[in-house]
């Protein structure tokens, strides 16, 4: 093979690496992202699958969050507002993990042994918004709306 | 169109910059008192960022790497589209220059992109939990690597420099359509990746009190741009030229 | 001071972070800035050799 031929070669090899490579991240990122995400209320409905691992978003709802003591394990409900789903998870959660905050959750759903599906969690994701603000602007925001008669979310 | 004999001021300047040596020339006048202004901003910006603005009142400290992070990102971005301007402008006009000045920005845009991944993972490790997710966000940010890098490979694999930037700008254009995926993946799919802090229209949802640090780093990374893009792009030009009579004479003679 | 570089206990990620971003944007300007060196010694060689090609010259010795 000559030098230019091996070039081109190379380059057209390349071209076809690079454009699949960058189809498969793309149906990768879209498939995890479309297929198997669900919401609470989808869950309780009993739209997501029983054996198969999903991703399910949510809010923590405010005061279930139960922590074992000789371990990392933890359990809290997941809500969006319509239904609510307990998880179960053993691990290190993140920094941003907190009641009220906005979690995905990867895992399965487990129905043996109790009545309602209890989500078997293997990942904890916490979801931040795109506000930052100083903590002592966070406080008299806090402030001036219970100021107004307003309860925090 | 070039051979209307206008005077326009600005169709004046472009084919006065299209030549090399007085693009080369000017570029090495320029050069010094960008990187002068680059290094002040950077030091001034991180300064701000690092120690003046205040924690945030749900990531604490952790948030700081969002001063390097989004303008990052912003270059990452930005460098593209520059780039896809100029490699338009050098498949049009074939001009020489804007070749040379749209290849030398590939590196590093690949650069920022390089940046954006690998502070955003570290952001990601504590805040989200995970280093790496496969989100929209997140993968078309990936992608843009891929590009930035199979510009830079297709370049350098073609013995003809002038054939090597026409083929190279061509592949810049196809990946344009990159762009739009990234800018809106936040809002077309569910991603882990939040919104955008800062809008152009519209109110931004950051403190007034976090914002100069951002601004300023945004501004030095666009100075840092152009202080790199020149720097690469006068070696390609006197390497390309190099049988040329003004490489001879302003790169022979000097002592 | 050492609260400065504790970063509240994100030390690790800030400072890493930082580290990369600087580390990456000196290169940028460093390794042109050798490549620059380079390129002007390759040059003036080569601009010598075509000259020397050109007209032997007499005094060949004296120019090393």
């Not at chain 1, 078997?120 to 966070?138: F, I, R």
């Not at chain 2, 005077?7 to 990187?35: A, Q």
């Not at chain 2, 498949?91 to 220059?97: A, Q």
């Amino acid at each position: 093979m000559t030098p230019t031929r091996r070039r081109r070669l190379l380059i057209v090899l390349s071209i076809i690496v690079g454009a699949g490579l960058a189809t498969t991240l793309v149906v990768f990122a879209l498939k995890e992202n479309m297929l198997f995400f669900y919401r609470p209320a989808e869950v309780a409905q009993g739209l997501a699958p029983v054996d198969t691992a999903f991703r399910m978003g949510g809010m923590v709802v405010d005061g279930s969050v139960v922590r074992a003591d000789d371990s990392l394990a933890v359990q809290f409900d997941l809500t969006d507002y319509q239904e609510t789903i307990t998880v179960q998870y053993e691990g290190i959660l993140p920094d941003l993990f907190r009641e009220g905050q906005g979690i995905i959750a990867q895992g399965k759903l487990s129905t043996q042994g109790v009545e309602r599906p209890v989500f078997e969690a293997s990942e904890v994701l916490a979801k931040h918004d795109e506000t930052y603000m100083p903590p002592e602007v966070a406080d008299a925001l806090e402030q001036s709306k219970a100021a107004r008669g307003e309860t925090t979310p | 169109m070039a051979n209307k004999q206008k005077k326009n001021p600005i169709v004046l300047f472009i084919h006065k910059t299209g030549s090399p040596e007085y693009f080369y020339k000017l570029s090495g006048r320029f050069l010094p008192w960008l990187i002068a202004i680059t290094t002040i901003l950077t030091a001034w910006g991180l300064y701000q960022a690092l120690y003046v603005v205040p924690p945030d009142y749900q990531q604490s400290e952790s948030y700081r790497i969002l001063f390097i992070h989004v303008p990052s990102a912003w270059m990452s971005m930005f460098i593209y589209a520059a780039m896809a301007v100029m490699a338009f402008i050098a498949l049009v006009w074939r001009i020489k220059v804007a070749e040379i000045c749209a290849m030398a920005s590939a590196p590093i845009g690949a650069a920022f992109t390089f940046i954006t991944l690998c502070t955003g993972a570290l952001w990601g490790k504590p805040m989200w939990g995970a280093y790496w997710v496969w989100d929209a966000r997140m993968t078309s940010e990936l992608v843009l690597l891929f590009i930035y890098l199979g510009i830079i490979a297709l370049y350098r694999s073609i013995d003809d420099r002038r054939a090597a930037a026409r083929v190279a700008s061509i592949m810049a254009l196809v990946g344009l359509v990159n762009l739009p995926i990234i800018h809106y993946s936040v809002e077309w799919w569910t991603t882990l990746h939040q919104g955008q802090t800062i809008r152009l229209t519209g109110p931004s949802s950051i403190d007034a009190s976090m914002l100069p640090p951002l601004i300023i780093m945004a501004v030095a990374t666009k100075t840092y741009f152009i202080a790199a893009m020149l720097a690469n792009a006068r070696n390609m030009l006197i390497e390309q030229d190099r049988n040329k009579s003004w490489v001879r004479r302003l790169i022979g003679d000097a002592p | 001071m050492s609260d400065f570089l504790a970063m509240g206990g994100y030390a690790f990620f800030v400072w890493t972070s930082y580290g990369i971003f600087l580390t990456t944007l000196v290169l940028g300007l460093v390794l042109p800035a050798l490549r620059r060196r380079a390129l002007i010694k390759e040059l003036r060689q080569a601009y010598r050799r075509a000259e020397a090609r050109r007209k032997p010259p007499r005094n060949q010795g004296a120019e090393q």
